[in-house]
C-alpha cells in the first residue's frame, strides 16, 4: 500500500533518526541503534529496517529516507510479524510445516520424523545450538555423529551443516532415522 505523496508522484523525505524510532517502537522490532542505521547509510546507502532495505538520502547534515518507503517497512514487518506468530502458535499446537521456519524466539527444521529446534538467544550467547525433537511423541532425541567430517571440518573450521551426523533417534518411542 503506497502513501498518498508516493502516489501523486511527490516524495517527502524524513529524518532517519525519527524513522529508526518510529520502527523501533513496532512489537518485535530488532533494537539497533541509530548510529549503526547512520553507518549502513554511510557506507550502502541504504539501511535495513526489519527484513526491508530502504534508500537513505543525505541531505545538509541529516540522512534522510523516504516516508512511503518507511511506511511500506512497518507494513512488511507486521505481516512478517503475524506470519512468526501464526508459525509460533502452529508449534504449539504441534504442528509442523516444512523448511526451515521462524518462530517467537528461534525456529525450527523438519527433518523427516524429527525437528531441529533452537532459541535465538542460547545461540547468540553460544550456550546451545539447539536440539533434536521426535515428531511422533515430542520429546527430545539423541543423534549419533558417526559421519565423516567434510573437508571444511576437518582442515579449517565448522562447515554448520552437522556433517558428521549419522542417525538421529527417540529413545521413549523408538523413532529412528538414518541420515
Known amino acids: ?74 507494513i512488511k514487518h507486521r505481516e512478517q510479524r503475524a506470519h512468526v506468530n501464526r508459525m509460533t502458535a ?29 532459541n535465538d538467544m542460547d545461540v547468540a550467547l553460544k550456550r546451545s545450538s539447539g536440539f533434536w525433537r521426535c515428531n511422533k511423541c515430542w520429546d527430545p532425541a539423541a543423534a549419533e555423529r558417526n559421519g565423516e567430517e567434510c573437508h571444511r571440518c576437518s582442515d579449517w573450521s565448522p562447515c554448520a551443516n552437522d556433517c558428521t551426523l549419522s542417525r538421529i533417534y527417540c529413545p521413549t518411542c523408538g523413532t529412528s532415522e538414518t541420515m
Not at 526489519?50 to 523516504?66: C, F, L, S, T, Y
Request: overall charge neutral.
Open 1 to 74: 500500500m503506497k502513501s498518498l505523496t508516493r502516489q501523486y508522484g511527490r516524495i517527502v523525505h524524513i529524518p532517519l533518526s525519527d524513522a529508526v524510532d518510529h520502527f523501533k517502537r513496532e512489537p518485535g522490532a530488532p533494537s539497533n541503534a541509530y548510529g549503526w542505521h547512520r553507518k549502513q547509510a554511510t557506507r550502502d546507502g541504504k539501511v535495513l529496517l526489519g527484513e526491508d532495505h530502504i534508500d537513505a538520502v543525505k541531505q545538509g547534515r541529516r540522512w534522510m529516507v523516504d516516508e512511503a518507503d518507511l511506511e511500506d517497512a512497518l
Open 90 to 118: 502452529d508449534y504449539d499446537s504441534r504442528i509442523l510445516h516444512p523448511g526451515t521456519v521462524k518462530t517467537v524466539g528461534g525456529g525450527y527444521q523438519v527433518k523427516g520424523d524429527f525437528h531441529f529446534l533452537w
